[in-house]
């Protein structure tokens, strides 16, 4: 039997295990209630509150000890107005085979705003007003303008965040049951970054505990980097690797809130760490980018129904593809936060200026950016790192300034820099004699200062150069025209 | 002819890079138009966004402005044509119609098949050929004695077949081997060589040995530091596959060629261009361990 997830494993069954919330709990069973006797009040309650406080355990907790068989959608279930009037106008019209009602769990449907188009929201409305099952819908931020129809359709269950006492208590009673040894610190350390988050906090115990078989704060530190998301991205990448069924690596890539991209990502940077056989990692690697393709054409057509085909083929593809070393999933490594994430925002600054380089030069030679990018960088780069005279005629010329400068030659910036300003100082000198002439030329001066001011750089020499070279290759092309 | 004329049809000038179709093109403005030629002329390359929408307002809006009484015609000049989409083509043909008395198009592309069929027959076709020899050794010769550059004939031939004809290459690499000192035999090579990288051939071969994680940390830097895209890196690798520096027997180039090309397309079809090249490095390596096993 595959092992559980200690979040799915210590889930609570019943209300009262569930931590704290007796407001919301005592809302909720009342409701509840209500519809056990035939007469709900509302048809639906919306659950909201932050992540990892017992939304959804509350649900689960009140589906069974009511009797209820709990039909789940999540929000990678539910992107358009179609998925939710299909399945869900099903469950909640007919009763279940068993003869037991249903409650039907519509999870992070503040997730809908950013995901899907307003239908869907119609679709969940029209949902509520024709259900004959309860509904609950969970969010962390109800209060988006978006939700208002839900919400005024809905009875409100309102969350608190969980205290630190709250979490500790829980970390606590599964370190016993689990016969985990585990510092008072340590509990500490991981119920501190959950801030409330008792999901987000049994994760990181269990992560902990996992690869090192005890629970000190010392290994905490050094594990435990990342805080910002529900599930720990480390861990879900983890879960995708250990899988052994496409249904556990499936169940991982929604355990999540990643984005789907930023998953794939995690596990672009992560597959070769963990996987080293070559057949292997090429085997996962092709799923890897048949997934990627997918979602080429997912941005390209906006079908987000292709969604599935590519998490599943970065997830579950990818984990059933290691075969000739299967131990190899099992291995513990310590996992990489995406470089190109890291490297995206890192190199921002340089890739905006090499747009910006290679639009001037673009202008002058008459190609675009990416020709520049392509065949002239390359060359200019040459020169500014080996000839800084040279390169300071040419910088002066383009009207090129210093952080151009700088990203053309790292170690030459400087000099040519200097080069440069004082080649603009003479020109500027030339400038002020010309003063003398006519006020005309003045005018026509300030209207094409790179021109005029480029002499010394060579690049009025340059045009008139590339003028002849034009008339020279247009006999050319004339000439191949009329040969043909 | 043209000019005399003060007249032309749409143009169409295709060919290879660097044969000086879009010289050729500002050439004709200009002597139509005199020095202040680019008021009379919208220009949009490949750096520009002209997609369909573009095509529907700015490209139009001018198309139809008046037309100032100096001149006969407003040019719009589309560089890299080959680069736009159907569906823009497709709007385009219809403004090339309607706007024919006051503006002429000029689209310049390497690849004519790319240019749909009406856009082709509405135009007339210049095909430019690569250059020949002794033309482009003989405007290097004159830019170096301009420019009081000393050249060696060696380096030029040199530089002709480096750049197989490409004029804006031949001129970079001369360049560039000028700022060095001098133009010669060794001085080219070197400048290749520094801005092609050997990296490429690098990266393959660390992956043939079997090193799939520095092979991935070479691409990574020569995305971020060449700034190349997925596309021109799978071209460069498709290149060093066939180099003999590379020691892979002969059917397993063809059989890499083959996936290269896959990877290509994949790369234009997928959002994700490392993954993409990721996964052709993780099969070169898969490769290199079936070959080392092979030598055993």
């Known amino acids: 039997m595959p092992r559980l997830p200690w979040v799915i494993k210590y889930r609570p069954k019943r209300v009262d295990d569930v931590v704290n919330q007796s407001e919301a709990k005592a809302v909720a069973l009342k409701w509840i209630k209500s519809w056990v006797a035939g007469n709900p009040v509302k048809k639906a309650a919306l659950f909201n509150g932050p992540p990892g406080c017992g939304k959804t355990s509350l649900v689960e907790a009140l589906a069974n000890e009511f009797g209820y068989e709990l039909i789940e959608m999540n929000a990678s279930d539910y992107r358009r107005a179609t998925d939710i009037e299909r399945i869900a106008k099903v469950a909640a019209t007919q009763r279940g085979l068993t003869g037991r009602g249903k409650l039907i769990l519509l999870d992070e449907v503040d997730g809908l705003s950013r995901l899907a188009d307003e239908g869907a929201i119609q679709a969940i409305l029209d949902l509520i007003k024709i259900t004959k099952n309860p509904v609950v819908m969970t969010a962390n931020n109800a209060w988006e303008q978006k939700l208002k129809p839900i919400r005024d359709a809905s009875l409100m269950v309102n969350f608190r965040r969980l205290t630190k006492t709250d979490v500790k208590r829980v970390l606590r009673r599964i370190c016993e049951l689990e016969r985990i040894q585990c510092d008072e610190d340590a509990i500490n350390f991981i119920a501190e970054r959950a801030e409330g988050d008792l999901r987000s906090a049994i994760n990181d115990l269990e992560a902990v505990a996992e690869g090192f078989g005890r629970v000190t704060l010392k290994i905490c530190k050094a594990v435990l980097r990342y805080r910002d998301r529900v599930y720990a991205p480390y861990e879900v990448v983890r879960k995708i690797f250990i899988s052994k069924y496409a249904w556990q690596a499936r169940q991982a890539a929604s355990q999540t809130d990643l984005s789907p991209d930023e998953l794939m990502q995690w596990i672009n940077e992560n597959l070769p760490l963990q996987i080293t056989d070559p057949e292997d990692l090429w085997r996962a690697y092709e799923k890897l980018s048949r997934a990627d393709v997918f979602f080429g054409r997912i941005v390209r057509s906006g079908s987000w129904d292709l969604l599935p085909y590519a998490i599943e083929l970065m997830t579950a593809g990818v984990a059933l593809s290691i075969v000739n070393d299967p131990k190899a999933r099992y291995k513990w490594v310590k996992y990489q936060f995406p470089q190109k994430i890291l490297l995206m925002s890192r190199t921002k600054e340089m890739r905006q200026l090499r747009e910006r380089v290679a639009e001037v030069i673009g202008r002058h030679i008459l190609a675009s950016k990416r020709k520049v990018k392509n065949d002239v960088l390359p060359y200019i780069k040459i020169i500014f790192d080996r000839n800084p005279e040279y390169a300071a005629r040419l910088a002066a ?79 050319k092309g004339l000439d191949a025209f009329f040969k043909k | 002819m043209f000019v005399k004329e003060r007249n032309m049809p749409h143009l169409l000038f295709a060919g290879p890079p660097g044969t000086g179709k879009t010289t050729a093109a500002h050439a004709l403005a200009h002597d139509l138009y005199g020095e202040d030629y680019r008021m009379y002329m919208l220009e949009l390359n490949a750096s520009d966004e002209r997609g369909i929408d573009v095509i529907r307002t ?10 100032p009484a100096n001149i006969p015609f407003k040019i719009v000049l589309l560089d890299e044509a080959d680069n736009m989409t159907a569906d823009a083509q497709q709007a385009l043909r219809r403004l090339m119609e309607m706007y024919v008395e006051v503006t002429r198009f000029i689209l310049i592309a390497n690849y004519p098949s790319k240019i749909i069929e009406p856009i082709q027959s509405r135009c007339a076709v210049f095909r430019f050929v690569p250059l020949k020899k002794e033309d482009v050794i003989a405007r290097l010769k004159w830019i170096c004695d301009q420019e009081k550059v000393k050249c060696d004939e060696d380096a030029l031939e040199a530089i002709y077949e480096i750049s197989e004809g490409d004029m804006r290459r031949s001129i970079n690499i001369l360049q560039s081997s000028a700022a060095l000192g001098e133009v010669t035999v060794a001085n080219v090579y070197k400048v290749v060589g520094l801005a092609h990288p050997r990296e490429v051939r690098e990266m393959i071969r660390t992956a043939l040995q079997g090193n799939f994680l520095k092979a991935r940390d070479m691409l990574r830097n020569l995305m971020a530091t060449y700034g190349l895209s997925g596309t021109d890196i799978v071209k460069q690798m498709h290149r060093e596959i066939f180099s003999s520096e590379l020691d892979i027997p002969e059917p397993a180039r063809i059989d890499i060629a083959d996936y290269i090309g896959e990877i290509q397309f994949r790369i234009v079809e997928g959002a994700d261009d490392e993954i993409q090249l990721n996964t052709l490095l993780a099969r070169i390596a898969m490769l290199g361990k079936s070959l080392r096993r092979k030598q055993k």
Not at chain 1, 410 to 422: D, G, L, R
Not at chain 1, 451 to 462: D, F, L, R, S
Not at chain 2, 58 to 67: D, I, N, P, Q, Y
């Open chain 1, 397 to 475: 010329g383009l009207n090129l300034d210093e952080h151009m400068i700088k990203y053309l030659s790292p170690q030459n910036a400087a000099t040519i820099s200097k080069m440069a300003a004082e080649i603009w100082r003479e020109t500027a000198k030339e400038a002020l004699k010309k003063h003398a002439q006519p006020a005309k030329e003045v005018r026509e001066e300030a209207r094409l200062p790179e021109e005029q001011q480029g002499i010394k750089g060579g690049v009025a020499e340059k045009k008139l150069r590339r003028r002849k070279k034009r008339k020279e290759i247009k006999g």
């Open chain 2, 58 to 67: 700015k490209v139009k809006e001018f198309a139809r402005s008046k037309l």
